[in-house]
């Protein structure tokens, strides 16, 4: 049976408390690219969870959408964005089913690995359209050896990522970065410790 994706996430989310699962901070690859944003462009955080990165990208003076399935995750990134003094364009939906009315400048994908591959399939046509001609996806998951480490992400291997694997999705964009490394996050209690990682920045064309 298909996991209620809203509930699953609600209940991890609540089980923080007042605190962030992933912490306020923005995760540090996003953080790291913010050179190649301008001011004005507009951004789309997929599966953004409780704000982290969409408000992030708020600040950098983008204008943000951010979609969400889980109700919980949606108030506590809008309290996040309040206390930061930014606005975002919340939306609760299914990233799965939801179809962006636009396009973005920039599209965020970080740790969106929830899905195998049908499903996966789905999530990135669905990325692919919301960029853009000329527009960036900025993408960073875990993979397989992550695993081994057990220091957040999903447990089954299937949904991890490969250079291999970004390679052939993204084809036809122009990739700018895609790199496998390894490192220690320190994002809150959900990702935590040493960390098996895979970034891709890639242009539309």
Avoid: C
Avoid at 66 to 85: C, F, N, Q, T, W
Wanted: charged residues 25%; negative net charge.
């Amino acid at each position: 049976m298909k996991p209620d994706q809203a509930a699953l996430w609600s209940g991890r989310y609540a089980g923080a408390g007042d605190d962030y699962l992933f912490g306020t901070a923005p995760n540090k690859f996003l953080s790291a690219q913010a050179s190649r944003l301008q001011s004005g462009w507009t951004a789309l955080s997929v599966a953004d969870g409780e704000g982290r990165n969409s408000v992030f990208l708020a600040e950098e003076g983008l204008r943000v959408t951010a979609v969400e399935i889980s109700p919980i995750g949606l108030h506590k990134a809008r309290r996040l964005a309040a206390s930061r003094h930014v606005e975002v364009e919340f939306i609760l939906a299914d990233v799965l089913e939801w179809q962006a009315a636009t396009s973005f400048d920039v599209v965020a994908a970080i740790f969106v690995q929830f899905v195998g591959p049908a499903e996966r399939a789905v999530l990135f046509d669905r990325m692919r359209s919301a960029v853009k001609p000329g527009g960036l996806l900025l993408l960073q998951g875990y993979t397989p050896k992550q695993i081994e480490y057990g220091t957040g992400g999903p447990s089954a291997v299937e949904n991890l990522y490969t250079a291999e694997l970004l390679r052939t999705e993204f084809s036809e964009w122009e990739v700018l970065e895609l790199r496998e490394h390894e490192d220690v996050l320190e994002e809150g209690v959900g990702h935590k410790g040493h960390s098996a990682l895979i970034d891709l920045v890639a242009r539309k064309i």
